[in-house]
């Protein structure tokens, strides 16, 4: 999805630029002219550049809800296991016996 | 439950552990190891070129203070400057800092810590845990101060070797299945998101690179086309004399460098005509020496540039086949862990290996003879 997007972005973005690079070149274009030109030509690069970061930085949610994800999958691991039961037993067993030698 | 039955009840217990013993749960063991190698490459290039994509944020500063100062200062730009209007929670939400290759780092952890957690599962490092835990839990029992639970205990005793086996074996078991599991529960996750993820990001990163990279090119393609225009008006100042030729050759020289610089002539003649040197007009001055040796100077910075432009274009190149590789190591990446769920799908549990089973035999038989005893 965003891959088609970004490759469309970057041929407007060449085609656009083409067109600046004939006046900031050319010798029958006056100083000014030829610094407009090259202002454009930084603007273009800039709302390029800007557009590309917007989508770096929307995607860094998706990044975040994966990594949550995953997190909790990584804490649910164990939990049901032999040595699990086994620790729990044995920590029930401790707080008893130390209930009842209170008692 | 009485004294009598405890021996019996104990002993069901073997049965019961024993039978999962059966079916034993083999990994693929060797997938996984290509798999994970070949996350470790890839992070490892992965977290380079985000390093390298936080790098460039000086470049992009220096490029919006630019485009700042050429901006056009307009009524409504000045008057936006003052919000009256101010949306309190909106504001603050838009200026939540969030570092975005923080994150996507996190991201890479996350994963490895995934594959650490599969490894201890694959090798069943918590078995090791079970005896450490069995002997805690009889230390507590047989010191409980209650008369019920220390009988229990005193009866448990001599099946705790052979419980500890068991349960050892049990608990390598679970870890098998385990893996398989979080294998199959994870796979799909990392496939469909993170991956997926990381090949859209590529796009836009290299974009941004390949952006700066061009904005520098095309700066330098400028001072060649200034040069260039310098060197076509000084040229244009001699006539006709016998070193026209040497003045002809060098215009030639200078036209062969132009046209083979990448993107310097757009296909157009009469655009292109405005970029080349030429030699047209009257030309009244007498061409010397002083006069070549300047053209001479022109197309040496010519050169220069040209030398400039080309070290731009090996590095946008270079970085091109950085990102090619980076994203022929993401797909490995994903064929590999497809390859390792495919496995474990496809994987059929088998006999546990004889020597294991022979070293469990010997325990149980060892059990079995002191229940027999104690039945007396």
């Given at each position: 999805?965003?891959t088609?997007?970004t490759?469309?972005?970057?041929?407007?973005?060449?085609?656009?630029?083409?067109?600046?690079?004939n006046?900031?070149?050319?010798?029958?274009?006056?100083?000014?002219?030829k610094?407009?030109?090259?202002?454009?030509?930084r603007?273009?690069?800039?709302?390029?550049?800007?557009?590309?970061r917007?989508?770096i930085?929307?995607?860094?949610?998706?990044f975040?809800?994966?990594?949550?994800?995953m997190?909790?999958?990584?804490?649910?691991?164990?939990?049901?296991?032999?040595i699990?039961?086994?620790?729990?037993?044995?920590k029930?067993?401790?707080?008893?016996?130390?209930?009842?030698?209170?008692? | 439950?009485?004294?009598?039955?405890?021996?019996?009840?104990?002993?069901?217990?073997?049965?019961?552990?024993?039978?999962i013993?059966?079916?034993?749960?083999?990994?693929?063991?060797?997938?996984f190891?290509?798999?994970?190698?070949?996350?470790?490459?890839?992070?490892?290039a992965?977290?380079?070129?985000?390093?390298?994509?936080?790098?460039?944020?000086?470049q992009?500063?220096?490029?919006?203070?630019?485009?700042?100062?050429n901006?056009k200062?307009?009524?409504?730009?000045?008057?936006?400057?003052?919000?009256?209007?101010?949306?309190?929670?909106?504001?603050?939400?838009?200026t939540v800092?969030?570092?975005?290759?923080l994150?996507?780092?996190?991201?890479w952890?996350?994963i490895a810590l995934?594959?650490?957690v599969l490894?201890?599962?694959?090798e069943g490092?918590?078995?090791?845990?079970?005896?450490?835990?069995?002997?805690?839990?009889?230390?507590?029992?047989t010191?409980?101060?209650?008369?019920?639970?220390?009988?229990?205990?005193?009866?448990?005793?001599?099946?705790?070797?052979?419980?500890?086996a068991?349960?050892e074996?049990?608990?390598?078991?679970?870890s098998?299945?385990?893996?398989?599991?979080?294998?199959?529960?994870?796979?799909?996750?990392?496939q469909?998101?993170?991956?997926?993820?990381?090949?859209d990001?590529?796009?836009?990163?290299?974009?941004v690179?390949?952006?700066?990279?061009?904005?520098?090119?095309?700066?330098?393609?400028?001072?060649?086309?200034?040069?260039?225009?310098?060197?076509?008006?000084l040229?244009?100042?001699y006539?006709?004399?016998?070193e026209i030729?040497?003045?002809?050759?060098l215009?030639?020289q200078?036209?062969?460098?132009?046209?083979s610089?990448?993107?310097?002539?757009?296909?157009?003649e009469?655009?292109?005509?405005?970029?080349?040197?030429?030699?047209?007009?009257?030309?009244?001055e007498?061409?010397?020496?002083?006069?070549?040796?300047?053209l001479?100077?022109?197309?040496?910075e010519?050169?220069?540039?040209?030398?400039?432009?080309?070290?731009?274009?090996?590095?946008?190149?270079?970085?091109?086949?950085t990102?090619l590789?980076?994203?022929k190591?993401i797909?490995?990446?994903?064929?590999?862990?497809?390859?390792?769920?495919t496995n474990?799908?496809?994987?059929?549990?088998?006999?546990?290996?004889?020597?294991?089973?022979?070293s469990?035999?010997?325990?149980?038989?060892?059990?079995y003879?002191?229940?027999?005893?104690?039945?007396?």
């Open positions: 999805m965003s088609l997007t490759k469309t972005a970057l041929e407007i973005y060449e085609s656009s630029r083409r067109a600046i690079d006046i900031a070149r050319s010798r029958n274009s006056t100083d000014k002219q610094a407009t030109a090259k202002a454009a030509r603007k273009l690069v800039l709302d390029f550049i800007q557009k590309q917007k989508e930085e929307a995607r860094t949610d998706l975040a809800s994966f990594i949550i994800e997190e909790k999958l990584i804490k649910s691991i164990g939990k049901d296991s032999p699990a039961a086994l620790k729990t037993l044995d029930t067993v401790k707080e008893a016996k130390t209930v009842v030698e209170e008692k | 439950m009485t004294r009598s039955n405890k021996p019996v009840f104990s002993l069901s217990i073997f049965l019961m552990i024993f039978g013993l059966f079916s034993c749960t083999v990994l693929p063991i060797r997938e190891n290509v798999y994970k190698e070949t996350f470790d490459k890839v992070r490892l992965g977290e380079e070129i985000l390093l390298d994509y936080g790098s460039v944020s000086t992009i500063y220096a490029l919006e203070q630019q485009v700042a100062e901006e200062i307009t009524v409504e730009k000045v008057n936006a400057q003052r919000e009256l209007t101010f949306d309190i929670a909106k504001k603050a939400a838009e800092d969030t570092d975005h290759i994150v996507r780092m996190r991201a952890a996350i995934y594959n650490e490894t201890g599962l694959a490092k918590s078995a090791s845990e079970v005896a450490g835990t069995i002997d805690s839990l009889m230390n507590n029992l010191g409980f101060p209650a008369a019920e639970i220390t009988d229990i205990a005193a009866d448990i005793v001599p099946y705790v070797g052979a419980l500890k068991l349960l074996t049990a608990q390598l078991e679970w098998r299945q385990k893996f398989i599991h979080v294998v199959l529960e994870g796979g799909p996750s990392i469909t998101k993170f991956i997926a993820f990381l090949r990001d590529l796009q836009n990163i290299y974009n690179r390949a952006a700066l990279n061009d904005l520098s090119y095309q700066q330098t393609l400028d001072d060649i086309a200034a040069l260039a225009t310098d060197f076509h008006k040229a244009n100042k006539k006709n004399n016998p030729d040497k003045l002809v050759k215009t030639d200078v036209n062969h460098l132009l046209k610089t990448p993107d310097y002539l757009s296909g157009d009469e655009t292109d005509s405005e970029l080349l040197a030429s030699l047209e007009g009257e030309g009244k007498p061409y010397s020496d002083l006069a070549h040796s300047q001479v100077q022109f197309k040496n010519i050169m220069a540039k040209l030398s400039e432009a080309q070290q731009l274009n090996s590095a946008l190149g270079a970085y091109q086949n990102m590789n980076y994203r190591l797909d490995e990446m994903a064929r590999s862990l497809r390859n390792l769920e474990i799908i496809d994987a059929k549990p088998q006999a546990p290996p004889a020597k294991e089973l022979q469990l035999y010997i325990i149980m038989r060892q059990s003879e002191t229940f027999k005893a104690t039945r007396r």
